[in-house]
């Protein structure tokens, strides 16, 4: 069970690289630009958030109308009341820059990622699981290894897992798609072409409040994901990220 | 392997080549066709230019949402207080009488029109969204004259490119292309729900541009400039918004 003899170039390199990357160059590319990108959304996102962090329903929401829910932070701007006395420094030009950018980068990005991955079969191969698989109890029993922070044996260095084969699924083709499209709906120009995107949510401020939403569970995706790489084995899981080498030969396993 | 890698390098490299000719030529294409914004350098320019470009391909005659009259907003957030200066003050206190809006630059008549004359031009209603780029917006029906008109009755030349308009608040001005000038739903707005456009929301007149965030509709508006380039107003960026760090264009 011992990886000590992983040294690529060296000696044992015949399995090593007959083998397939770990993750082909193309996914650990787009894997790379989109985390960037994704940093760049949040920050930025937060920074638009910040001048008015009130949320409402339907089409039209302001100060003076009753807010759905308000986040419990101050404003940017002075005109929001928000409970606090002072005023956050306003930095919405250059976040909202960035924010339409970076979505550009992100959804061509992903274009790439998922034409390819429908090219190569990718989805098929290694992300949508087993259907033996898909039972509550092989679930349960991920989550409960989660929980207890098991790290994971070599084995599933090279696989996913159930629970991880339908939460990237989830967030490949459900929330990327959704908080592209929500922001889309907030585009004054863009639902002038395509009303349906966002009369479909019940309103340009309803899509917003469900943007919010869906970059929060985005956010908790991303969270949980550093966290399961960080169980696993942070350096060589990322390690295997950039070079696409995954660490213990076949082997040895 | 280093048979395989020369290869590789090879198609790489004309990949490249054909990648960076494709993306020049593209460019010439979208300046012809007017796809380029003001403020396409800098940073984010490419951003600022993807958007633009793809929304005049997809929206260029489409038109902003209208909606019934009782979604009409009962609270519609004026969003600070109208100027306090000394030239604002005294014209609200004249019942704006001698307020007057002036069309220049690129036109065969310049002219300037009192209220009582815009009045008496073919006027438009329309209840539209106005959204701030903060994340607020509310629902108000808008009365005017449809800019386009103004620009037929002054004579916009045949090579006209911007229409620049200006506001007593001078550090607010701004301009949009001929797509968004001659769109039927771009007002000079000077009623609001029923009555006059009142001072909060940019009385007398304020422009309406429903298919661009709310800081495109600059309120108490003076004067309309005709132009071919944005060279020479301002930074030529097109507006003073990008001149704060905000996108000309804010149909986003």
């Known amino acids: 069970m011992s990886n000590a003899v992983y040294a690529p170039g060296i000696g044992g390199t015949v399995s090593v690289s007959a083998r397939s990357p770990r993750h082909t160059a193309l996914v650990r590319v787009t894997h790379w630009i989109t985390t960037l990108g994704f940093a760049a959304l949040l920050v930025s996102g937060i920074e638009i958030v910040v001048s008015h962090p009130r949320f409402y329903w339907g089409e039209e929401g302001n100060v003076g109308t009753p807010a759905l829910f308000a986040l419990p932070i101050p404003s940017s701007r002075h005109l929001v009341p928000t409970g606090y006395n ?13 924010h339409f950018q970076a979505a550009w980068v992100v959804l061509l990005t992903g274009l790439i990622y998922v034409i390819s991955g429908l090219r190569t079969r990718h989805f098929s191969r290694n992300l949508f699981p087993a259907q033996a698989d898909v039972s509550w109890r092989s679930i349960a029993k991920i989550i409960a290894n989660d929980l207890r922070f098991r790290r994971p044996d070599e084995a599933e260095a090279w696989s996913y897992n159930v629970l991880q084969r339908l939460t990237y699924l989830v967030v490949i083709f459900g929330l990327f798609p959704l908080v592209t499209w929500t922001g889309l709906a907030m585009s004054p120009g863009f639902v002038s072409a395509f009303p349906i995107t966002v009369t479909a949510l019940g309103g340009q401020q309803s899509a917003r409040t469900i943007h919010f939403f869906v970059s929060v569970l985005l956010v908790l995706f991303l969270l949980a994901h550093v966290a ?3 169980i696993a084995g942070f350096k060589k899981r990322t390690f295997a990220m950039i070079t696409g080498c995954a660490g213990a030969p076949e082997g040895d396993a | 392997m280093s048979r395989l890698s020369r290869r590789k390098l090879i198609t790489t490299g004309l990949g490249a080549m054909a990648g960076a000719s494709g993306l020049a030529f593209a460019a010439r294409l979208a300046a012809r066709y007017g ?9 984010y320019g490419p951003g600022e230019t993807l958007t633009y470009a793809a929304q005049r391909l997809l929206t260029r005659h489409s038109l902003a949402r209208e909606f019934p009259r009782n979604l009409i907003s009962k609270a519609p957030f004026a969003n600070g207080a109208p100027p306090k200066d000394d030239a604002y003050q005294r014209a609200k206190a004249a019942s704006f009488a001698d307020w007057r809006l002036t069309v220049d630059g690129l036109v065969a008549n310049p002219a300037s029109f009192s209220l009582a004359e815009l009045r008496s031009l073919p006027a438009r209603s329309q209840i539209t969204h106005l959204a701030c780029e903060e994340g607020w917006s509310f629902i108000a029906e808008w009365i005017g004259v449809p800019l386009s008109h103004i620009l037929q009755v002054v004579g916009a030349a045949p090579q006209a490119r911007y229409v620049f308009y200006f506001s007593i608040q001078q550090y607010w001005w701004d301009s949009v292309d001929m797509a968004d000038a001659l769109h039927p739903q771009t007002l000079v707005t000077y009623g609001m729900n029923d009555g006059d456009l009142p001072p909060g929301h940019g009385g007398p007149i304020r422009l309406r541009v429903p298919r661009q965030l709310g800081y495109k509709s600059v309120k108490y508006l003076t004067r309309l400039t005709v132009a071919d380039s944005v060279k020479g107003f301002g930074q030529g960026l097109g507006s003073s918004a990008p001149e704060g760090g905000y996108a000309w264009y804010a149909g986003i």
């Open chain 1, 86 to 98: 002072y005023v956050l420094p306003d930095q919405n030009g250059w976040s909202r820059a960035l």
């Open chain 1, 228 to 230: 399961k790489v960080i």
């Open chain 2, 35 to 43: 796809l380029i914004p003001p403020d396409h350098g800098g940073l």
